[in-house]
């Protein structure tokens, strides 16, 4: 039976017009009023009052809030929000933390410091390491009714949802070996099969390690193997099949998708996780999945912080087919899967949310129109921050969707390769003023037609990969239109051997417009800091490079290997069936695409127009159309300070002067700003 305020119902039938208001608290009961005086214990509960409000036809005109009050709610469920919770224009459904408290919603459960003891078992004892022996503490996770622990993975693919360890709000580290760093194949003795270079294979794959360490793992029940087998832009977690010590050969249980070696130039690099015998440093630790224990050698004494285990394989919340619900202000974290997903419906909100230590993405906006994701921070997940899309790409129609004033870093802190920052998809997605920073791979990853990115600040990504980009698409000719324009990319990439770029439109992208962008050291190795690989129609003009390698660079492909790439059944089926590329709306809104498919051999380019080229050691490589661009090299270009990444140009500046029809470029307003629900800047570092 639901039990709503007398007095709010009073309210509402007599003044309609009114928004309405629940709330909810830690220390609530289910069975209050849901008043401030009275509140609720669950988001259940109050979802439920609102549901009583519409079906009782008393739903107000204003909407209706839910104010949730300062504590710690643990979720192991979702909280689901289905289409009849939702709002309308004009009177939407609000979820939000009472202002200045914090709410924090937890997709795990906090561990008692009393339920570790030292470990005393003998047989555990001989297989950690001896510094480790009078530290390690376990906990009975049977006996806390804590019983489902998910499986690390034998193969390719996504790393599954399971348990991770956090003390006083840091992740944990797996037990690992080595500590730091990366331990290196010495020898492929069989790369298992690689249809890439061709190469057949009934085998796994098999190669030497140096030293004698994986000795200590004889008694280990399982051992998993994290590297970067071949390429340094595909990392994957392959469970070891069998080791040979005498020969120093590790055999792995099923291959990995590309092969042993053969990719990246040597050495390849792993480290083996979950490993008892490797919990040697303080803040490790080890589930034991078949006896349900878990090991841990605490940073600093328990009672001094406060551990908690990750468990919610469910997002923490989860709005489905609902629409104009806004959920804002709250903390959402620690949670084995994702920590907010959104599909569906229409014109929802996420607002000023913390969303961070997730075992999967922080967020993920699928579908829908016009849903908003605004001055939200994310870090610390496991994967992505943020995978937004929408829109129809057989019609060319937008989705509406915007992505402001958020602070997204530290990512990709359990699959190291191909989890973004944002990964955007579809039609039509506006993200601007973004401040994205920190990444083992690439930042932005964009599929999809008429997106628009600007005024954000990108740095530090590519920190541990190769070939690869700050901003990466490719391998669709059909996803055109984006336009990327007063974005600040520096300190981007590695100097690993092939290299990476700021901007990188891979295998056949074209028709992208890179337009007033600042490149600050924003490419590795041989690329540009703008890098088109076999692409064309793409325009790079009134940007500024300072110290880059190489400013603009484009990888051309020969007839023959643009026909193949043309001809593969696969990308007929991107250009002809998923999308009509040689039918409107297509050839209306890109009419270069007209004869796309019929080359005549005639060389399709790349625009290189005026932009302003400071301390690079090359301007361009590969075969663009060049106009009216300025290579400085001992010349003042008038930066207001440099030294402190300030690029805005001086009033006096030469560059305007110096390149007919240079636009100014509006520096001063890229990154973060302040407003009402991003009251505060972070520091920057």
């Not at 914090?102 to 297989?127: C, K, T």
């Not at 740095?459 to 974005?487: I, K, W």
């Amino acid at each position: 039976m639901r039990v709503i305020s007398w007095a709010v119902m009073f309210v509402l039938a007599a003044f309609p017009a009114l928004a309405a208001e629940f709330h909810v608290a830690a220390g609530g009961d289910d069975t209050h009023a849901g008043t401030a005086s009275a509140p609720f214990a669950s988001l259940e509960r109050a979802r439920d009052a609102v549901r009583a409000l519409k079906e009782g036809e008393a739903f107000p005109e204003g909407g209706v809030t839910v104010w949730l009050h300062r504590g710690v709610y643990p979720r192991l469920a979702a909280f689901v929000l289905e289409e009849r919770d939702g709002g309308a224009s004009n009177a939407r459904v609000v979820y939000r933390a009472v202002p200045g408290d914090d709410v924090r919603l937890i997709g795990g459960r906090e561990i008692a410091s009393g339920a570790f003891q030292p470990a005393r078992d003998e047989a555990v004892l001989a297989r950690v390491d001896e510094a480790a022996r009078g530290q390690v503490l376990v906990a009975d996770l049977r006996a806390l009714g804590i019983s489902e622990y998910g499986n690390l993975p034998d193969a390719y693919g996504d790393p599954p949802a399971i348990p991770e360890l956090f003390f006083d709000g840091q992740r944990m580290t797996l037990a690992r070996w080595p500590n730091d760093g990366w331990a290196h194949i010495a020898e492929v003795i069989e790369s298992g099969p690689a249809p890439w270079r061709n190469h057949a294979s009934d085998q796994p794959g098999t190669f030497k390690y140096t030293g004698d360490r994986p000795r200590r793992w004889q008694s280990a029940p399982g051992i998993w193997l994290y590297g970067y087998w071949c390429f340094d832009w595909s990392s994957e977690t392959i469970k070891a099949g069998s080791i040979d010590t005498e020969r120093r050969e590790i055999t792995l249980v099923k291959p990995h998708g590309y092969g042993i070696g053969g990719g990246n130039p040597p050495p390849r690099r792993y480290i083996a996780i979950n490993l008892l015998e490797e919990l040697d440093s303080p803040g490790e630790y080890y589930l034991d999945r078949d006896a349900g224990r878990l090991y841990f050698w605490p940073p600093k004494p328990l009672a001094q912080g406060c551990a908690a285990l990750s468990l919610a394989t469910e997002p923490v919340i989860r709005v489905e087919n609902a629409s104009f619900v806004t959920i804002q202000g709250l903390t959402i974290e620690m949670c084995a899967g994702n920590g907010i997903e959104m599909r569906d419906g229409r014109e929802n909100e996420l607002l000023a949310c913390t969303i961070r230590r997730t075992g999967h993405a922080g967020a993920i906006v699928d579908g829908g129109l016009n849903h908003a994701v605004k001055a939200c921070d994310i870090y610390e997940t496991g994967m992505a921050g943020l995978h937004i899309g929408g829109g129809d790409r057989a019609t060319l129609t937008p989705s509406g969707h915007l992505v402001f004033n958020n602070h997204i870093h530290h990512i990709g802190e359990r699959k190291r390769t191909h989890a973004y920052h944002l990964h955007l998809t579809g039609v039509g997605i506006h993200v601007a003023y973004n401040l994205l920073h920190d990444a083992p791979h690439q930042s932005i990853g964009l599929a999809g037609n008429d997106h628009l990115f600007e005024y954000n600040e990108i740095h530090h990504s590519g920190q541990d990969s190769d070939d690869c980009g700050a901003f990466y698409m490719g391998r669709n000719p059909s996803e055109r239109g984006t336009v990327l324009r007063y974005n600040f990319w520096h300190h981007t990439g590695s100097e690993r051997a092939h290299g990476s770029a700021a901007v990188y439109f891979d295998d056949g992208s074209g028709g992208q417009t890179v337009f007033g962008n600042v490149f600050y050291k924003a490419a590795g190795g041989s690329f540009g800091a703008v890098f088109v690989h076999g692409g064309h129609d793409n325009l790079v003009e009134n940007n500024i490079f300072v110290e880059c390698p190489v400013a603009v660079r484009q990888a051309p492909w020969a007839d023959a290997a643009w026909r193949q790439f043309l001809d593969d059944p696969d990308r007929q089926t991107k250009l002809l069936r998923d999308v009509d590329i040689t039918n409107p709306p297509y050839t209306d809104k890109y009419p270069e695409l007209r004869g796309y498919l019929e080359w005549d051999g005639q060389p399709r380019l790349n625009k290189a127009f005026r932009n302003a080229i400071y301390k690079c050691e090359r301007f361009v490589d590969g075969n663009w159309e060049i106009m009216n661009n300025w290579v400085m090299r001992d010349e003042d270009p008038g930066f207001v300070d440099a030294g402190q990444l300030n690029f805005q140009l001086r009033e006096d500046s030469v560059i305007p002067r110096r390149i007919e029809g240079f636009q100014p470029i509006p520096f001063e307003r890229i990154g973060l700003v302040k407003d009402a629900l991003r009251p505060v800047l972070p520091e920057k570092p």
